[in-house]
């Protein structure tokens, strides 16, 4: 079974960094913040399919959704989708859905790597949709992102504001606050994604702390250290953590918590090797 | 032999995010763009010191070197530094010499492989100084960054003015230019490099692009393309690469070009194992 992703640019190294043995098998990627097209799809499922079909995993925002759903229809193989939706600023009954964001990359890590052991389609779907229901994310902006096309920020944020429940195309969040200190925004953060999730104690998990692009690494490790002591305070066991810029938004400043509640299975297939040109580990 | 690198924050993942196995055995984080003090070498030092002594790999500036000599001498086991210098937009008789900028990972990654493998001080020390010396890098920056206890930009740069040769701590460069596009950038980054390595034709090399904090992954991949076009042009073999936020400095917008020249033993030692936060690949 071979494992697909694609998407708009601008995320980097989402999805194209994440090609390799344990992970991708193909990237799609579409112009800045645009759907690739179905034709891109065809071409990377006929480029890597060995006879187990093609999984597709796909951000839940509509132009996605439409052209792997075309290219989906015109493929000759049996194929499924894994629809990511782990941005819980949205509401969970919000009329297009909620957004895929930097949960994406746990998805194709732990599907990669049942694939890589030779699990077949149906097995990796059904995975794709666990890790995705594991999972929830939620970002904040300090300033916007500049689309090269367009040349100016996509939306204006003053100094001593910030963007919260953000996504990762420039777009507004769920409101505009005044600046708030990393430990006020990392707990409004956590209790969105605690809301989603409800970790118990003594729980296994997966922390991932996103830069979108413009922000230094310095302030990812005071929010993944925030982040760590609100988990650890409820007995939460942060068994696995991920730092860094992955899923990005071009050049805007700001971070988002991603947290998986791990079970055996995922933990396995997270720790088994991966070798991409943005996640290496393992033989 | 143990290896100990440290220097002021704010160019992180350097030196925190390359503790562990392949790479340092232990870091001294100072303040930001601020030398850690001998206090931190001698406390790090008769941590990991098994016996062997301690490698010090310092970057070129004026009080991290004081302060890593005045450790030395205080320090009763055997020692040594390396002395980096990789930053080709300073004149090589410069009054404080070149600085160190992102050539020091490769240097650590290198000679950290050489003492996971049981080299002695000595073979760690020439090995150091030669990676060193086979290294050269130079940045351009397309903003200043902001030091948090400044809490303002360190430098002024209109929005249609770059910073060529600039250094990792919002120190001016050599020169403000006009904005250039990315090939006319790359190229004047790539004469400096070439007028100081002199790489021949056939000569195996490293390409190390470097973000500074602020710049998404899609402008490195750019800069990283044309540089690697203006090698290959010349005949010369990019045998290894390396793309990314490494040595940054805050939030500055901009990225750096390092270039090493390869022997079989430098190129065996980056191939090895490495397992840090920031750098991981093999078993």
Redesign the interface.
């Known amino acids: 079974m071979a494992l697909i992703s694609g998407g708009g640019?601008?995320h980097?190294?989402l999805h194209i960094?994440f090609v390799g043995t344990g992970m991708l098998d193909a990237a799609c990627p579409g112009q800045?913040f645009t759907s690739p097209t179905p034709d891109q799809m065809l071409a990377a499922a006929q480029a890597v399919n060995t006879g187990g079909g093609v999984l597709f995993v796909v951000k839940n925002y509509a132009g996605d959704v439409m052209n792997f759903e075309i290219a989906a229809e015109m493929l000759d193989c049996p194929n499924a989708s894994v629809l990511v939706n782990d941005d819980v600023s949205l509401p969970k009954d919000h009329v297009a859905g909620r957004r895929g964001v930097a949960g994406t990359l746990v998805v194709e890590k732990i599907v990669g790597a049942a694939a890589e052991r030779g699990a077949d389609l149906a097995t990796c779907k059904a995975l794709g949709d666990k890790v995705n229901r594991a999972t929830a994310s939620m970002g904040v902006a300090l300033s916007s992102c500049t689309a090269p096309a367009l040349g100016k920020p996509t939306f204006e944020l003053a100094d001593h504001e910030m963007e919260m429940g953000v996504g990762i195309h420039g777009e507004r969040g769920q409101q505009t606050l005044p600046l708030a200190s990393a430990s006020e925004i990392v707990k409004q953060l956590a209790a969105a994604i605690d809301e989603e999730l409800k970790p118990q104690k003594h729980q296994p998990v997966l922390l991932h702390v996103n830069g979108f692009?413009?922000?230094?690494?310095?302030e990812l490790?005071l929010v993944y250290q925030l982040a760590l002591q609100h988990w650890q305070q409820r007995g939460v066991k942060i068994t696995r953590s991920l730092?860094?810029?992955y899923t990005?938004s071009?050049?805007m400043?700001g971070c988002s918590i991603t947290l998986t509640l791990l079970d055996e299975e995922m933990l396995t297939l997270w720790d088994a090797p991966v070798?991409t040109?943005?996640l290496?580990?393992?033989?």
Do not use: I, K, Q
């Open positions: 640019s601008g980097e190294p960094g800045v692009g413009a922000t230094p690494a310095m490790y730092v860094g810029n990005t071009l050049d400043a070798h040109a943005a290496r580990w393992g033989c």
